[in-house]
């Protein structure tokens, strides 16, 4: 049993809670959900969640208007009536959610434009710190059956190649760092023993 407010404080507390969802970047794929009111802080980030909603998905969209103050994406199939469409809140600086009808009418692909090198790179990163013997194959087949997309096997290579750059680069740095503030505490030790 609900028991009712004891003052009308309390009353106008709950009528003044923001009641849409923000968008968190780094969900998991197959959980992103969007919805007619999700705010997001940039532009960018909103194209960034479309693009990755859609590639979950598994249709092809394109951006019909896209400017300063508007984003509207549409399904690239003429009949299908999705449509998602955000604009800018000027009173909360944030881009919102006005419009999203989620119909798909057109059938699911396994390729998508969206998905390029930049974004296979991003998802095998993780998979390469994991595991450095992180091969081809077994990429083929975490696509194939994770996000039930059907990859080139030339655009996984190129996407596994700079995953192990961002990987082995990060590595690279950080030894560099640990050898130069070794030999600083070297020489810093040194002076102190000489005296």
């Not at 923000?22 to 197959?30: K, L």
């Not at 992103?32 to 940039?42: E, Y």
């Not at 975490?142 to 192990?164: G, P, T, V």
């Amino acid at each position: 049993m609900k028991t009712p407010p004891n003052s009308e404080d309390e009353l106008e507390s709950d009528g003044e809670s923001d009641e849409f969802p923000i968008f968190q970047e780094g969900q998991r794929f197959c959980q992103l959900q969007l919805q007619v009111g999700m705010k997001f802080n940039t532009k960018q980030e909103f194209r960034d969640a479309v693009r990755e909603f859609t590639i979950q998905e598994g249709r092809r969209i394109k951006f019909v208007k896209n400017d300063n103050v508007r984003c509207r994406a549409v399904c690239q199939v003429e009949e299908c009536s999705w449509v998602v469409y955000a604009s800018r809140d000027h009173e909360h600086s944030c881009w919102q959610i006005k419009t999203f009808y989620d119909d798909h009418t057109c059938p699911r692909e396994n390729s998508n434009r969206a998905v390029n090198k930049a974004w296979l790179a991003s998802k095998l990163v993780k998979k390469v710190r994991k595991y450095p013997h992180f091969e081809q194959c077994e990429a083929i087949t975490y696509f194939r059956s994770k996000c039930d997309l059907i990859l080139h096997r030339n655009s996984i290579a190129r996407a596994l190649a700079d995953a192990r750059n961002v990987v082995y680069e990060d590595e690279k740095a950080q030894y560099a760092l640990l050898t130069g503030n070794f030999c600083y505490i070297y020489i810093i030790f040194m002076m102190v023993i000489s005296g």
